[in-house]
Every structure is written in C-alpha cells, then in structure tokens.
C-alpha cells in the first residue's frame, strides 16, 4: 500500500519547471590583455611562433622518399657523395624538406649527418632503402661512442634541436652489396 502512495505522488518529468537561473553578469574581456591579444603577433622576437615539422613528418618524408627508390635506376651513380634526390623521390616530399640519397661501394663509408651552424633546429632523419649499413657515432677525439645498424625499411633520427655539437656521424656499408640511403632534414 504505502507503494502505491509513492507512486502517485512522484511527479512527472514534464510537467515541473525548472527553477529559474539568476541572470549572468555581462563580463567585458576588454581589461584581460592575455584574451583580447590571443592570435595576434607579439612585438618580442623571442615570442615568434616557430614552426618546426614533427618527427613524424620527416619520417613520412623518408619513407615517402626510399618508397620511390626502389628501382635501382633511380640509384645515385656518383658513389660515396651525398647528393640531391631524384625529381621523383623529392615528389613524394610534402613541405620544405631537403632530400638527398648517397650510394655506398661495399666496406667504403661518408661522413654522415653534420650539423649546420645556421640552422639552429636543424632536424634529420635517414631511412636504408637497400643494402646494409651502420651508423657511427664518434667524439671531437676520434673516439668511436656507438655503433647502430641501420635497419632496411626504418627510419632514424640523427639529429634534432638537442642534439650534441660535438659528435661526429659516419656510414658505413657493412654488407656485400651497394647500400643507398636517404637522409631528409629541415
């Protein structure tokens, strides 16, 4: 019985109405510099927005690159020099990637990815389209720190904002046939 009391007694969804709101305050964002100035360009230099490609945009790029040197007629023919990449691997690049490819005798090796004093964000990635190679890594004396295989199909990344000025990369073709690689930077 007393369940039947409840039931009747509850009131229905439609039919009640909401207690009324008191009305907001009207606010003024003309007093908060941060909120009316947000999009506009700062007059500090230090403040520019900057606008690095991801890691992953290179790497896209690399792949993107090697995809189309598959064919060994797109093959570097100078030897043991980084050089431009094919008008047709650079296709395959969206942005303002440099793309360059090297093509390594067997036990021969190039100086591998230097960094470049004028570009202070310099960032480079390089992806083995064939063969077998190392990357080494050593100090401003010589002394060899890593040595890292490079992977046929993987890309990777050498160089960034943080990275130490005073390493020194060299590859090498570890393998019994021509190596080519692809290095793409900003």
Request: hydrophobic letters at 35%; aromatic letters at 2%; zero cysteines.
């Amino acid at each position: 019985m007393s369940q039947q009391v409840l039931a009747t007694s509850a009131a229905r969804p439609g039919t009640t109405e909401p207690a009324p709101r008191p009305r907001a305050a009207s606010v003024s964002l003309d007093g908060i510099g941060d909120v009316v100035d947000a999009g506009r360009t700062s007059g500090y230099s230090h403040l520019a927005e900057r606008r690095l490609p991801t890691v992953g945009q290179l790497v896209a790029a690399a792949r993107g690159a090697a995809d189309s040197l598959r064919r060994p007629t797109l093959w570097p023919t100078r030897r043991g020099h980084w050089q431009p990449a094919p008008r047709s691997a650079r296709r395959h690049v969206g942005g303002r990637f440099r793309v360059t490819t090297v093509a390594l005798e067997p036990n021969s090796f190039v100086p591998g990815p230097a960094r470049r004093p004028d570009r202070s964000h310099g960032m480079e990635v390089l992806h083995l389209v064939s063969g077998r190679a190392h990357l080494i890594t050593s100090g401003p004396d010589g002394q060899m720190r890593s040595a890292a295989e490079l992977a046929t199909g993987r890309t990777r990344v050498v160089g960034g904002a943080g990275s130490s000025s005073q390493s020194h990369h060299h590859l090498v073709n570890t393998g019994d046939e021509v190596a080519v690689l692809v290095r793409v930077s900003v």
